[in-house]
C-alpha cells in the first residue's frame, strides 16, 4: 500500500541531545511537509520541500533542520537549540502544486 | 497572529443528529480550504475540501459551505455517527503559498449514542 511512515511511534531524549524523525513516502510526491502540533493548537509549519535538494522554512523553523537527498525521505533533526522540543511532530507529502496533503501517523517526541 | 480560527475547542452532538463545525479565517488571500478528521495518536485524515470559485461542496454525509465575505467555513455532517468522534481540523491555503497550509486548532466532536 502507498502512504507515509514516520518512525519511530514514540521518541525519548535527553535534553541537550540532537534527535533525527523520520519521515518516508512511496506515493511519488514531490512535495513535503514537517509540522509541529501543540495540546490544543493546530498544526504548525516547520519546514517544507518542493523538489529534492530543496527546502525552505516553515513559520516555527528555529532549532530544527532537514534534509531532502531523495525523493522519498524528508528527515527532521530536533537540535539541542530548540527550547520546548517535546510535541507531536507530522510529516506531509503531497502531488506537486496541489492538494491535498497526505499525512504520517506522527512521531511523539519527549524530552526528559 | 492566528489567521485560522475554531473557537468551539469541543463539540457534542447525538448520534442521527447534524454536527455543524466551524471555522474562521482573516487573510483573504486564502483561496482554497480542507477539513482534516483526525484520531489520537494518528495523522489527520483529508475529508473535504472547497476552492474559493464554490460556496457548497458535498461528499456524502459531509458538506463543506464557504462564506467569503464573511471569511467563514462551515462543516457539516449529518447524519451524524460514533465514528465521526474525532477532532476535525480546518486548513487553508493561498495559491501563491507553495502549499502551505495553515490550520485551525482544532474542534474535537464527541457524538453520543
Known amino acids: 500500500d502507498g502512504g507515509i511512515t514516520q518512525s519511530p511511534k514514540y521518541l525519548f531524549r535527553k535534553e541537550g541531545q540532537n534527535v533525527t524523525l523520520s519521515c518516508e513516502q512511496n506515493?511519488?510526491?514531490?512535495?513535503m511537509y514537517w509540522y509541529r502540533q501543540d495540546p490544543g493548537q493546530g498544526l504548525r509549519l516547520i519546514y517544507y520541500?518542493?523538489?529534492?535538494?530543496?527546502?525552505q522554512k516553515g513559520d516555527i523553523a528555529e532549532g530544527y533542520s532537514v534534509s531532502r537527498e531523495k525523493k522519498e525521505s524528508f528527515p527532521l533533526t530536533v537540535t539541542s537549540a530548540q527550547k520546548n522540543p517535546t510535541a507531536f511532530y507530522l510529516c506531509a507529502s503531497s502531488i506537486q502544486g496541489d492538494q491535498p496533503q497526505h499525512f504520517g501517523d506522527g512521531t511523539r517526541l519527549s524530552i526528559l | 497572529d492566528q489567521q485560522v480560527k475554531q473557537n468551539s475547542p469541543s463539540l457534542s452532538v447525538q448520534e442521527g443528529r447534524i454536527s455543524i463545525l466551524n471555522c474562521d479565517y482573516t487573510?483573504?488571500?486564502?483561496?482554497?480550504f480542507l477539513w482534516y478528521k483526525k484520531y489520537p495518536a494518528e495523522g489527520p485524515t483529508f475529508l473535504i475540501s472547497?476552492?474559493?470559485?464554490?460556496d457548497k461542496n458535498e461528499d456524502g454525509r459531509f458538506t463543506v459551505f464557504l462564506n467569503k465575505s464573511a471569511k467563514h467555513l462551515s462543516l457539516h455532517i449529518v447524519p451524524s455517527q460514533p465514528g465521526d468522534s474525532a477532532v476535525y481540523f480546518c486548513a487553508a491555503s493561498a495559491q501563491l503559498g507553495a502549499q502551505k497550509l495553515v490550520f485551525g486548532q482544532g474542534t474535537r466532536l464527541t457524538i453520543n449514542p
Open positions: 506515493l511519488n510526491h514531490d512535495a
Open positions: 520541500s518542493q523538489i529534492v535538494n530543496d527546502f
Open positions: 472547497i476552492s474559493s470559485i464554490k
Open positions: 487573510n483573504s488571500m486564502f483561496d482554497y
